[in-house]
Structures are given as structure tokens and as C-alpha cells.
């Protein structure tokens, strides 16, 4: 038998397929539009912030993010970006791209996040103008701690919560301590739209921004007022012209209809798919608890912990090792820790100069993996895992 990182493309994926014929076959269009915003809507409801701004992939709403805050005056060429050392490429990656300077933060492995005692370390020698935040595989570190030293140093806060939608922490859910914070829905995250990303905010000029740079710089998605704003600053009088007038920076980032439709749909399983995700997770840690072979995860500070999967850390790396073939060998689809220590990657090490000792990362990358959690886990794949991860 096959446990596969994630069983389905969708969550009730026959009915979801069924829905989404039905949509193509009866839509009259499936470029951006009406269901995008629907979704938006529901999106920004769930996540109880101000905006939600749709967009094709998590990755373009990280890039997204850092072009609107350069575009804002917010943020410049050659600021430094404090980021999480443990985090995926498309954090990082846009920090380089946009001209500024990456500036590497460990984690801390009991959490595998950044902590407030991590980003204090780094500020003793680094000045930072924003902290670029991963919050990892459904954890986070001391975020609200993280926010208030943010505000005090006047450093601006932004958030991947790619893999963590819907976890809550008794000062808020994740994705909401900075002034935005990016969502995905590729397969195998906690709902899927096939591609897909969100940014969340409760701050309007840069939800504002962002949808001028989702669409190549143009104010097709704003509202009247903010057309009116935009076609006054810069002496735009017609209709005719302000179609392919272009005010700032941007991409073409945009999301289709089906996107919409898919979020939508998918909404609709995803406060029971939260459950289950972290029902199960706390089933496969009773075992992992009592195996002296791993490193307890700690999760008291969440209140609600929306898992993006198994997570575990090996002591050692010859431990890892052992687990790694114990997982293949029963046909568990495994991962590394996603990209481990960062600075390893061969990009960071073409483009980034500066090299940090990081021990918790590095940690995380050499005795670290996980494996899919997800509500269509059946008993019997529970089962193989408590199996394999007994001493």
C-alpha cells in the first residue's frame, strides 16, 4: 500500500470535479472576474482581516508583497530583509530579485520556527527595514512577540502562511501580525485550487498597490473612487486612455475564474478539514512522544494547530537515516524539512555572499522530514505510522 504526500488534487474531489464541469461548461467567462472576487470575499471573512487579493500562485503573492511596499516608498534597493532560515525558495527568492538584501534568521527546532530570541540575536549586528516570516508546516514561533519588537523598531512584519491556514494563537490566527501575509492553494496544501494564492491585509493602500501590481500596473480591479485617484494624479480624462495606462510596477499575476470557483468550492470543507489535520497530528505525537529517538515538538502557546503535515526530527542524522528508509520501505511519500537551511541552496549561494552560522537550521535540514497529513488519511495509514515511528 501507497500513502502518497496527498491522496486527492481536491478535498471530495468527485463532486468537486463534477461541480467545476458544470461551472466551465455554463460560464461565460474564465478570465478573472466575478467568482475571483467572490472568493476574495469569503477568503478575507474566514482569515477576519479587511482585503484578500487573489492571486495564480503563492509564490506570485510573495513577489507581489515586496514589488507593492517598493512601490508604496515602503521599502527600496539595498534594504535589508531579515527572513526565516527555514523557509521555501519563493520567500527568498524576491528578495534578491527586488534588488534588496536577504539577511538570514535561524529557527528555533523545538518550534522549527523563528523566534523572538532568534530575531533578537540578529538585530545585535543587523539593522532591518521588514522581517519576511515563514510560519512553518502549520507552527509558528512567539509571533505576537515577534510583532511588538516589529513595531517598536519600526520594522515592517509580512508573513508566509502558506502552510499554515487556519492556525490560532490566543492573540490571533497566523497571517494576521504584519501588514499582509500570503496564502496558497497548489495540491497538497490545505485547500487546493490546483494554483492559487492570497494575500491577506487589513491595511487598504496595500491592498490597494497589490492589485495594481497583480495586473501589470493598470487600475482595471480597482474601485471607481480608487480609478478616480489614480486618473486624476496623472492626467488621464478618458475611458480610452486609462485602458492601457500602466501608474506603477507589476506583473501579470492574475488568477482565472476557475480559481475563484475552486476556492470557493473548497471553502466549504475547509473548517472540518482544519479539524481533522490537527486531530491527526495530535494522534501520531502521542507515539513520537514516547520514541527518544525525536525531538518533542512544541505547540503550547497554539490554540489551534492546523498542521500542513508530520513533522519530524530525528536526533541525529544517522537517525534520520534510519527513518527515512523505514518510511520508503513501506511506501510513505516523504520530504526533506521543505528547503532546510536556505543559505545551502544552490541560488543563495550564487547570488547572497554572506554566510551565518545557523545551527537550528541546520538542524532542521540535516535530521529533519515530514509526510502528508490530510483529512482523507485513512485508519489504516494512522496506523502505519504509529507503526513506524514506535522505538
Known amino acids: 500500500m501507497k500513502i502518497p504526500l496527498m491522496r486527492k488534487a481536491f478535498l471530495n474531489e468527485a463532486e468537486t470535479k463534477k461541480a467545476l464541469a458544470d461551472f466551465i461548461l455554463n460560464a461565460d467567462r474564465l478570465s478573472m472576474d466575478i467568482e475571483c472576487e467572490k472568493f476574495e470575499k469569503k477568503f478575507a471573512e474566514f482569515q477576519q482581516c479587511k482585503h484578500a487579493v487573489l492571486f495564480n500562485s503563492g509564490g506570485s503573492a510573495n513577489l507581489a508583497m515586496l514589488q507593492a511596499l517598493k512601490n508604496l516608498g515602503k521599502l527600496k534597493d539595498g534594504d535589508k530583509i531579515g527572513f526565516s532560515a527555514l523557509t521555501w525558495s519563493t520567500n527568498t527568492m524576491p528578495i534578491i530579485q527586488l534588488n534588496m538584501i536577504p539577511v538570514v534568521i535561524d529557527v528555533t527546532p523545538e518550534v522549527i520556527n523563528t523566534t523572538s530570541q532568534n530575531l533578537l540575536e540578529r ?4 539593522d532591518l527595514q521588514a522581517l519576511f516570516i515563514t510560519n512553518i508546516l502549520g507552527f509558528t514561533g512567539d509571533i505576537d512577540v515577534i510583532r511588538q519588537i516589529c513595531e517598536d523598531r519600526n520594522i515592517i512584519l509580512i508573513e508566509d502562511n502558506c502552510e499554515s491556514l487556519g492556525t ?139 498542521t500542513f503535515a508530520f513533522p519530524f526530527v530525528c536526533k541525529t542524522p544517522e537517525l534520520r537515516t534510519l527513518y527515512l528508509q523505514k518510511f520508503t520501505e513501506a511506501g510513505v511519500e516523504i520530504r526533506p524539512m521543505i528547503a532546510g537551511n536556505m543559505q545551502k541552496q544552490p541560488f543563495y549561494k550564487k547570488y547572497v555572499k554572506e554566510v551565518y552560522e545557523m545551527p537550528g537550521a541546520d538542524m532542521m535540514h540535516n535530521n529533519g522530514f515530514y509526510c502528508g497529513n490530510y483529512p482523507e488519511l485513512l485508519e489504516e495509514d494512522l496506523v502505519v505510522f504509529e507503526n513506524l515511528l514506535r522505538k
Open 123 to 126: 538585530l545585535e549586528t543587523t
Open 168 to 306: 490560532e494563537l490566543p492573540e490571533g490566527r497566523t497571517g494576521n501580525f504584519g501588514i499582509g501575509a500570503s496564502f496558497s492553494f497548489f495540491v497538497a496544501h490545505h485547500m487546493s485550487t490546483i494554483e492559487g494564492g492570497m494575500v491577506c491585509t487589513s491595511d487598504d493602500d496595500f491592498a490597494e498597490m497589490l492589485r495594481l501590481v497583480r495586473a501589470n500596473g493598470w487600475d482595471r480591479n480597482l474601485n471607481l473612487e480608487q480609478q478616480q485617484k489614480w486618473r486624476t494624479k496623472f492626467g488621464i480624462e478618458t475611458e480610452f486612455e486609462a485602458k492601457y495606462t500602466f501608474y506603477d510596477l507589476g506583473y501579470n499575476f492574475r488568477p482565472t475564474e476557475i480559481t475563484g470557483f475552486l476556492g470557493q468550492y473548497q471553502m466549504r470543507f475547509l473548517e472540518k478539514n482544519i479539524i481533522t489535520r490537527e486531530k491527526n497530528y495530535l494522534r501520531i505525537e502521542k507515539v513520537v512522544l514516547e520514541n527518544p529517538d525525536f525531538l518533542p515538538l512544541e505547540h503550547r502557546h497554539i490554540n489551534l494547530l492546523s
